[in-house]
């Protein structure tokens, strides 16, 4: 079963179709029939048709019909081992349709990429990116980091439909190289917003993830963003639901009472307007 949120504070994503113009749905592979050809593209084309046919996946996973289709016919399966492959342009598109699919598919789709195995290459690979990022603004750099938006945005999905994606991700080592991220000054506002709303998500009712995110070194990331009156109040928000805490936290939030960052951030929030794009969803 899903989830249930409570009053969670969630920017809203929208599926991307990615393709380019001459990889979208109109294309004569893109009818349900035509799957066939698109997989023995996708798994034994050359770098541009691999990287066209996740393109014309990824548009047409947006439909209803033609998602049931391709869900039918092992297309997460597909576009799982595409992470794997050789060219970057190749697992940047496939990766590009797995979110699509997550955002679009609801509940019963995210729990379906989490049963085909999904999780554990996306972490795989995530791992050996987060590594790679910098705070320059080479286009090396700025493709990684799309890259690491749209990974993190299927975790954000994921984690938010299905508790057995929660518990997987949670015990995976992913989530301390993820909270160094929160870096607003040193990273994009796409890249901080998206991991923000990744742990706004999975720490609710987390008693694991909060164990993990408590040190000293990972309270100063989400403080240093809540008392930042320089950042927008969007990711102020963010941080501040991140460190949320339940009964068994250990007094994981008098940290924050004692140093008075609750109350700061809370004042703040009654003289400053709530931006347009900030969502207040309850689940």
Not at 28 to 33: N, S
Not at 133 to 145: L, R
Not at 152 to 160: G, H, K, Q, R
Not at 198 to 217: G, M, P
């Amino acid at each position: 079963m899903p989830k249930e949120k409570k009053n969670a504070f969630k920017y809203r994503q929208a599926a991307d179709p990615l393709a380019p113009p001459h990889a979208r749905s109109n294309d004569p592979l893109a009818e349900p029939k035509d799957i066939a050809p698109i997989f023995q593209e996708i798994n034994n084309g050359t770098d541009v048709q691999r990287e066209n046919s996740c393109y014309i996946l990824a548009t047409l996973i947006l439909e209803d019909s033609a998602r049931e289709h391709y869900l039918k016919n092992g297309v997460i399966k597909q576009l799982t081992n595409r992470l794997a492959d050789p060219s970057v342009h190749v697992r940047s598109a496939a990766l590009g349709a797995l979110r699509n699919l997550s955002l679009s598919g609801g509940h019963q789709v995210c729990q379906q990429m989490v049963d085909d195995d999904c999780l554990f290459p996306l972490i795989s690979i995530l791992l050996k990116v987060l590594p790679l990022i910098d705070s320059t603004q080479s286009e090396t750099n700025s493709e990684i980091i799309n890259f690491t938006v749209q990974a993190v945005s299927i975790l954000w999905n994921l984690s938010e439909s299905s508790d057995k994606a929660t518990e997987y991700i949670t015990n995976s080592n992913i989530l301390v190289p993820l909270l160094q991220l929160l870096s607003p000054k040193k990273y994009t506002r796409d890249l901080v917003r998206s991991v923000a709303n990744f742990f706004l998500v999975i720490s609710e009712d987390n008693a694991n993830c909060l164990k993990q995110i408590k040190s000293d070194e990972s309270l100063r990331y989400l403080e240093s963003i809540i008392a930042d009156e320089t950042l927008d109040i969007e990711l102020r928000v963010l941080a501040s639901g991140s460190r949320r805490v339940n009964s068994n936290s250990d007094g994981f939030i008098n940290q924050f009472r004692e140093k008075g960052s609750i109350i700061i951030f809370f004042m703040g929030l009654i003289s400053k307007r709530m931006p347009s794009n900030l969502c207040i969803h309850s689940y």
